[in-house]
């Protein structure tokens, strides 16, 4: 089983947070670079808001990099931004779409077996929408 999973999902393992999609474990992992970016600037903003401590958001940081290395990384891509430009049957900001994108043309170009792994309602409801099994939300 493979599963395309955004941003809140990796947040949730790495800030501790409650409630981690346990289940993962059993999936190959798919995501898009931008979960990284994502995931480091929280951590980021984390430290700002001064929620965590320098070695915290270190270790934190590197949470986020081991996260990451053991999915397949999709680029973005002019593809990638045409289609989240493009519109869904849901609304989404930006970032979302990108997500929602990304994993909608991996799955068309590689597998129609990809669940989407999020935590986050509006992109669980737009990855439902184009037939998504959707983990988390």
Not at 13 to 28: G, H, K, N, S, T
Not at 94 to 110: F, K, S, Y
Request: charged residues 30%; neutral net charge; hydrophobic residues 45%.
């Amino acid at each position: 089983m493979i599963a395309y999973v955004d941003s809140s999902v990796v947040l949730r393992i790495v800030l501790e947070q409650p409630q981690p999609l346990r289940e993962l474990e059993r999936f190959d992992l798919v995501t898009s670079d931008l979960t990284r970016i994502e995931c480091l600037r929280a951590v980021d903003n984390a430290l700002a808001r001064r929620e965590i401590d320098e070695d915290e958001a270190l270790a934190r940081r590197g949470a986020v990099f081991q996260k990451v290395k053991n999915a397949h990384r999709v680029a973005l891509s002019r593809r990638i931004m045409e289609r989240a430009a493009g519109g869904f049957a849901t609304q989404l900001g930006t970032l979302d779409a990108l997500q929602v994108a990304t994993a909608l043309l991996w799955r068309d170009g590689r597998t129609s077996d990809l669940a989407f792994a999020t935590h986050d309602r509006q992109q669980a409801r737009a990855a439902r929408a184009l037939g998504f099994e959707v983990l988390g939300a």
